[in-house]
C-alpha cells in the first residue's frame, strides 16, 4: 500500500464529470444516488444520528430541561477524579487512570515496536516471530483480557514465576487496589506491541537503502544514521501508529470488563467501562452521555494530526 | 576481526529475537497447557510437568457448557459475522469507488464525515443505538447487531477500498466506457473483479473485528441462548472460584476462528492493516 502510494502519487487524473452540462449533472446525480446513497444513509442512521442524539442527551436533564448539571455531576463524581486517591491510594478516577494508561503504554509499545522492527528486519524466520508478537492483535480482546487475568494469577500465572528469584510473593496481581491497574496496562502492552512491530517493518521497507550507503560514505555512524535517516522518514508512520494507540488506550473496554470489571472498588475502572455502567447497569443515560463525549472529544483530538495528513492528501 | 565482530554482533541479535519470540509466547503456551491439561495438575502452575495427563476434556465442557455453551455461541456469531462482513463489503466498495472516480458537490464533506467517525468510540452510539433497536423491536435480535456493525464497518471499507481503487489503472474502465458500456456495467462487470484482493483483505479484517467484538453484542444482545461467542467468555469464568481449564479452552475456542482468518489470509490481513491506517 505504500509502494502503492508512491507510484501513483504524483499525477491526478481528472475527473470524469469536468463540465456542467443538464444532462452532466444529472448522471452525477444518479451516480451519487447509486453509489454513495446506501453507505450514507446507514451511516447517517446508525452511527451520525446517535452521536449528535448522545451530544443532545448530556446537556439535557431526565424530564428534557436543557441543563449543564450532568457535565457538573460527572467531572466532579469520585467516579471520574478522585484526589483523596492521592493520599489513600487507588483508585484515582477513571480520567487519570485513562491518563496514566497512555503515559505508560504509549511510550513503551511505541517504542518496543520500533526496536523489535529494526531488530527484526532481514533476520532469519523473522515472519514467524513477528507472526507470534501480532497475535495478540488477532485474538478478540475479550480473550485477551483473560489471558492478562491469567498470567497475573497467583496459581498459574507465569509472572509470578518470573517474580518468585527476585524475592516478591505470589499474589493475583489484578485483585489488589495498588497493582490491578498496572497489571491491565503491561498486559495490554504484550497484545498492542505487534501493531506497532508491523506498520514499522512495512515503513523500514519503504526506506531506500543507497540513504544508508551515503551516509556511510560520508562516516555517518549506526546512531547517526538512526536519528538522521530512519526517524524522520518513518515519521508519517509513527503519526499513525500514535494516532491508533491513543484511540485503543481511550476507548479500551473489553480487557477491563473481563480482566477485573474496573474493581477492585473502582481501582482499574476506565471512561469506556464507566460510561457502560452509567447507562446499562445504572439506566442513567445523561449522566453516561456525558461520559461518551469526554471520551469522544478525547479521540477527535487525538486523531486531528491524522485528519490533517489524510486531508493533505486529497 | 571485522568478519568477527559481524557474527558475534549477528549472534546477539538471534539470541534477543528468540527471547523475545519466548517472552511473547509464553502465555499462549500457558493457556494451551491448561487447556489440554486435568485441573488439578495446573494448581501449582502449568510448567510443572511432575504428572502430564493431556485430556481433551475441558474443550468438550466448554463446547457443551450447560449456561454458555461455546456449541451455541460460535453458530450465533457466524449468524451476525457473515452478514455483518458482506453487507458493508458490498456498500462500502461502491461508496470507495464513488469517492475515488467522481466528483460530488459534497465530496468533501463527506469524506470529512468518513474519516471523523474513523475515531468515534462505540460509547458515543450506544443508547441511542439502542433505543432505535428498541423503536424497531430490534433489540435481541441479530438483524439489529448486525445493522449497526455494517454501519460501523462503512467509514473504514470505504477509506480502505477508496485507497485501493486509486492504485488500479482507468484505461480498462475507460476502455469499456468508448465501447458504450454504463457506469454501473463497469462498475459490477470490470471494476469489481480488479478489486477482489483489495475486498479480501477488508473482509478478513471486518469479519475479525465483528466475531470478536464484544461491546456492541453486550448492549444489544440479552437471552441466553442468543448469546455470541465473546459474551459467552466472561460468563465462563465463575464468581467465586476460577475454572481455568474450561476458561482456557473456551478463549482458545473463540480465538481460533480469527486465528485462521489470520493464518489463510495473512498477506492480505497485515496489508489490510498497514494499508487502511496508512493513508
Known amino acids: 500500500m505504500i509502494q502503492a502510494r508512491n507510484r501513483g502519487g504524483l499525477e491526478k487524473p481528472p475527473s470524469y464529470h469536468c463540465g456542467g452540462g443538464l444532462l452532466n449533472r444529472r448522471a452525477r446525480l444518479s451516480h451519487y444516488l447509486f453509489f454513495m446513497l446506501p453507505a450514507v444513509a446507514l451511516l447517517a442512521f446508525f452511527v451520525i444520528y446517535p452521536s449528535v442524539r448522545t451530544i443532545y442527551l448530556s446537556f439535557f436533564d431526565e424530564s428534557g430541561r436543557p441543563t449543564l448539571n450532568n457535565y457538573v455531576e460527572v467531572l466532579s463524581s469520585r467516579d471520574t477524579f478522585n484526589p483523596s486517591g492521592f493520599e489513600k491510594g487507588f483508585p484515582l478516577g477513571t480520567l487519570l487512570h485513562n491518563l496514566i494508561w497512555i503515559g505508560i503504554h504509549l511510550p513503551v509499545s511505541v517504542l518496543l515496536g520500533l526496536l523489535l522492527a529494526i531488530l527484526l528486519r532481514n533476520m532469519p524466520s523473522s515472519s514467524f516471530v513477528k507472526s507470534v508478537i501480532f497475535l495478540g492483535m488477532v485474538m478478540p480482546m475479550i480473550v485477551g483480557g483473560v489471558m492478562i487475568r491469567f498470567m497475573f494469577d497467583k496459581n498459574v500465572g507465569v509472572v509470578n514465576l518470573f517474580l518468585q528469584p527476585f524475592g516478591i510473593d505470589s499474589r493475583t496481581w489484578t485483585a489488589y487496589p495498588d497493582s490491578a491497574l498496572f497489571s491491565l496496562i503491561f498486559g495490554s502492552i504484550w497484545l498492542w506491541t505487534g501493531f506497532s512491530m508491523v506498520l514499522y517493518s512495512a515503513g523500514l521497507e519503504t526506506i531506500p537503502k543507497e540513504y544508508y550507503e551515503a551516509a556511510q560514505i560520508d562516516g555517518a555512524g549506526r546512531l547517526r544514521q538512526f536519528v538522521a535517516i530512519t526517524v524522520p522518514l518513518l515519521k508519517p508512520i509513527t503519526t499513525v501508529v500514535v494516532t491508533m494507540t491513543l484511540l485503543w488506550e481511550l476507548k479500551v473496554f473489553d480487557i477491563v470488563y473481563v480482566a477485573t470489571m474496573g474493581g477492585p472498588g473502582g481501582a482499574s475502572n476506565v471512561l469506556a467501562l464507566q460510561m457502560y455502567t452509567y447507562a446499562f447497569r445504572e439506566f442513567n443515560f445523561n449522566r453516561s452521555a456525558v461520559v461518551a463525549v469526554i471520551i469522544t472529544v478525547s479521540t477527535l483530538v487525538a486523531s486531528v494530526p491524522m485528519i490533517k495528513s489524510s486531508l493533505a492528501q486529497e | ?279
Do not use: C
Not at chain 2, 495438575?41 to 457443551?64: Q, S
Open chain 2, 1 to 279: 576481526m571485522m568478519m568477527k565482530r559481524k557474527t558475534v554482533l549477528k549472534l546477539i541479535r538471534i539470541v534477543a529475537m528468540w527471547l523475545v519470540a519466548l517472552v511473547w509466547i509464553l502465555p499462549f503456551i500457558g493457556v494451551f497447557m491448561t487447556a489440554i491439561r486435568p485441573m488439578d495438575e495446573i494448581l501449582d502452575g502449568w510448567w510443572n510437568f511432575k504428572e502430564f495427563n493431556p485430556t481433551l476434556e475441558n474443550f468438550a465442557k466448554a463446547w457443551a457448557h450447560p449456561t454458555a455453551s461455546l456449541a451455541q455461541g460460535t453458530r450465533n456469531s457466524l449468524v451476525v459475522a457473515i452478514p455483518a462482513t458482506v453487507i458493508p463489503l458490498l456498500v462500502a466498495t461502491m461508496a470507495g469507488y464513488g469517492f475515488s472516480r467522481y466528483d460530488f458537490p459534497s465530496k468533501k464533506l463527506t469524506f470529512i464525515l468518513v474519516i471523523l467517525t474513523l475515531a468515534l468510540p462505540q460509547q458515543m452510539i450506544a443508547v441511542p443505538v439502542f433505543q432505535i433497536l428498541n423503536a424497531f423491536g430490534l433489540v435481541d435480535r441479530y438483524l439489529g447487531l448486525i445493522l449497526i456493525h455494517s454501519a460501523w464497518g462503512i467509514p473504514w471499507i470505504t477509506f480502505f477500498m477508496r485507497n485501493f481503487f486509486s492504485t488500479i489503472p482507468r484505461n480498462i474502465e475507460e476502455a469499456a466506457r468508448i465501447d458504450g458500456a454504463s457506469d454501473f456495467l463497469v462498475f459490477f462487470r470490470i471494476v469489481f473483479p480488479l478489486a477482489l484482493p483489495g475486498i479480501a483483505s477488508a473482509a478478513a479484517l471486518q469479519f475479525t473485528w465483528v466475531w470478536s467484538d464484544f461491546f456492541l453484542a453486550l448492549i444489544t444482545i440479552y437471552s441466553p441462548n442468543k448469546l455470541l461467542a465473546t459474551q459467552r467468555i466472561p460468563l465462563m469464568r465463575g464468581v467465586y472460584h476460577v475454572d481455568w481449564g474450561l476458561l482456557a479452552a473456551g478463549a482458545i475456542m473463540v480465538m481460533v476462528v480469527p486465528l485462521l482468518v489470520y493464518v489463510v489470509l495473512q498477506k492480505q490481513y497485515v496489508k489490510g492493516m498497514v494499508g487502511w491506517s496508512l493513508k
